[in-house]
């Protein structure tokens, strides 16, 4: 037996019908929503993050086909070994990781797996390698997913470098993104900048916040003083 052959027998015994359910239900698998006909075999977090330190050396060419999975816990795993395998590689393992994550963006397809590993993968090689306009276009992506990624994958400058030129750059491409996916993630990654630098956040929202959608606004201003949060809600800033 293979060592993907392996996983999968060890990932079938783990499911449970009712969390399965319940997952469906949470990730919106239903017809006409976002995550429509996604697959899962209902099992928690913590169990996949166990399954992908006792298989962290799963070859890439195994890890692309586990993220090809129908199923959305496969998926994941998958995303979790590739995070691993590009933060413990070499800059030639690191390199081909960001490309089989980039060739793999429609199997990147609901809110926790970019989340899972966008920062990580993308972000950790933008912020070595440079941008290139990679994360334009991702921005510009008609995939939800690779908008999202976009900007997620801004945090990983936030976080180790202080760096917002990234984020407010993409943030201002989606201001006007469509999906409420897209503006809770441009909105949080804006809260992180302010738990760093509230007056850095403040003057991009002084400028965008009357023609940014409301859950942009509201999830940008969470951690506003009550009066503040107030003042922009009412557009009295």
Request: hydrophobic share 40%; net charge positive.
């Amino acid at each position: 037996m293979n060592a993907l052959a392996r996983i999968r027998g060890e990932l079938t015994p783990l499911g449970n019908a009712q969390i399965a359910e319940h997952s469906s239900r949470f990730f919106k698998a239903g017809a006409g929503e976002y995550g429509e006909g996604d697959l899962f075999r209902g099992i928690r977090v913590p169990a996949l993050r166990k399954l992908a330190k006792r298989h962290r050396g799963l070859a890439l060419r195994d890890t692309q086909q586990l993220l090809r999975s129908k199923y959305h816990e496969d998926r994941l795993l998958a995303l979790l070994l590739l995070v691993e395998s590009y933060r413990s590689g070499d800059a030639s393992r690191k390199a081909s990781v960001f490309e089989t994550y980039l060739r793999n963006t429609a199997y990147i397809n609901n809110w926790d797996l970019v989340d899972t590993s966008a920062d990580p993968i993308v972000g950790a090689q933008l912020a070595a390698t440079g941008d290139g306009g990679l994360l334009e276009r991702l921005a510009g992506a008609v995939s939800l997913w690779e908008r999202r990624i976009a900007i997620m994958a801004t945090f990983h400058f936030i976080k180790h470098r202080r760096d917002f030129e990234p984020t407010l750059r993409i943030a201002r491409v989606l201001l006007h993104d469509r999906e409420d996916l897209v503006h809770k993630a441009v909105g949080w990654m804006l809260r992180e900048i302010g738990n760093r630098d509230r007056p850095a956040e403040e003057e991009f929202l002084q400028r965008h916040y009357r023609g940014m959608p409301r859950t942009m606004l509201r999830y940008a201003i969470e951690k506003f003083p009550q009066t503040r949060r107030a003042a922009y809600l009412s557009g009295r800033v």
